[in-house]
């Protein structure tokens, strides 16, 4: 019903940046939040930023200052710009929406991920 394209990961060298895109599909009534999650080796999945629809943005603490996420209402698209990457943001990124379908329910979809690495 719904699907989450994402795009925009690779390696990176430290400081460098990296733009991701996620892009929502489908039976799609209003979306309420967008965001991403990331997963390194060994750790738990955690949220590193989210836009709300009224365009409230939160951030994970050690990314404040060098990440910005934004949105695109009208292509139902997020985007996470990173800059001054380091290698602690190595991790596999996930977007992630809560949002409501034409039926009315309302529940959250993840995308398949992409791999970020920064390395030199």
């Known amino acids: 019903q719904v699907q989450l394209v994402e795009s925009g990961g690779g390696l990176v060298q430290p400081g460098g940046s990296l733009r991701l895109s996620c892009a929502a599909s489908?039976?799609?009534?209003?979306?309420?939040?967008m965001g991403w999650y990331r997963q390194a080796p060994g750790k738990q999945r955690e949220l590193v930023a989210a836009?709300?629809?009224?365009?409230?943005?939160t951030f994970e603490d050690s990314v404040k200052g060098r990440f910005t996420i934004s949105r695109d209402a009208a292509k139902n698209t997020v985007y996470l710009q990173m800059n001054s990457l380091k290698a602690e943001d190595t991790a596999v990124y996930y977007c992630?929406?809560?949002?409501?379908?034409?039926?009315?329910?309302?529940?959250?979809?993840w995308g398949q991920g992409t791999q970020v690495t920064v390395s030199s």
């Open positions: 992630n929406t809560v949002l409501t379908i034409t039926d009315g329910t309302r529940r959250g979809y």
């Open positions: 836009i709300t629809s009224a365009g409230s943005t």
């Open positions: 489908g039976n799609i009534f209003r979306i309420n939040t």
